[in-house]
């Protein structure tokens, strides 16, 4: 299956269904749940990053349950916003992933959104280290989730 833009994905859903974000890091995998009206994006859960197949049977299970018709998926870039071997190696992870659970997918740019939460905890939520690395992931892939559902919104839907 290929990768769609942030608003053809959104334009594929039916009405009702939710986009699922994710933050693939090296041993856990963010989960994050938009609501069903496509307005907010919510922390659910965080996976064990292990065998993809096991991965898209979860997220398939997820999907199945909360009634999910894509994927937003975390892009590396480089910090100059070029396209490196880690935002390949997530591009490449994605795919399968689309394939394996048959959802349709779009990329986002999650350049800095781990260290944009991270600050959040350790600013406002005053949580210690253990207790942000126990929340750190899911609440970056809702902040990913978040800023792609933002910029997806269609003009009259801000009015």
């Given at each position: 299956?290929?990768?769609f833009n942030i608003s053809d994905l959104r334009s594929r859903l039916r009405t009702g269904q939710r986009l699922l974000g994710l933050d693939p890091g090296r041993k856990t995998i963010g989960v994050a749940l938009s609501d069903v009206g496509l307005m907010l994006a919510s922390p659910h859960m965080a996976l064990k990053r292990g065998k993809l197949s096991v991965v898209a049977a979860e997220i398939s299970r997820i999907a199945h349950t909360q009634d999910v018709g894509g994927l937003v998926v975390g892009l590396p870039l480089s910090l100059d916003g070029s396209f490196g071997p880690a935002a390949q190696a997530a591009r490449d992870w994605t795919l399968n992933l689309s394939d394996m659970t048959g959802l349709p997918a779009a990329m986002w740019d999650e350049r800095l959104s781990s260290s944009a939460v991270n600050r959040f905890l350790i600013g406002e939520?005053?949580?210690?280290?253990?207790?942000?690395?126990?929340?750190v992931d899911r609440m970056a892939a809702a902040y990913i989730l978040q800023a792609a559902l933002d910029a997806s919104i269609t003009p009259a839907a801000k009015e």
């Amino acid at each position: 299956m290929p990768l769609f833009n942030i608003s053809d994905l959104r334009s594929r859903l039916r009405t009702g269904q939710r986009l699922l974000g994710l933050d693939p890091g090296r041993k856990t995998i963010g989960v994050a749940l938009s609501d069903v009206g496509l307005m907010l994006a919510s922390p659910h859960m965080a996976l064990k990053r292990g065998k993809l197949s096991v991965v898209a049977a979860e997220i398939s299970r997820i999907a199945h349950t909360q009634d999910v018709g894509g994927l937003v998926v975390g892009l590396p870039l480089s910090l100059d916003g070029s396209f490196g071997p880690a935002a390949q190696a997530a591009r490449d992870w994605t795919l399968n992933l689309s394939d394996m659970t048959g959802l349709p997918a779009a990329m986002w740019d999650e350049r800095l959104s781990s260290s944009a939460v991270n600050r959040f905890l350790i600013g406002e939520a005053d949580m210690t280290r253990q207790r942000r690395g126990e929340v750190v992931d899911r609440m970056a892939a809702a902040y990913i989730l978040q800023a792609a559902l933002d910029a997806s919104i269609t003009p009259a839907a801000k009015e």
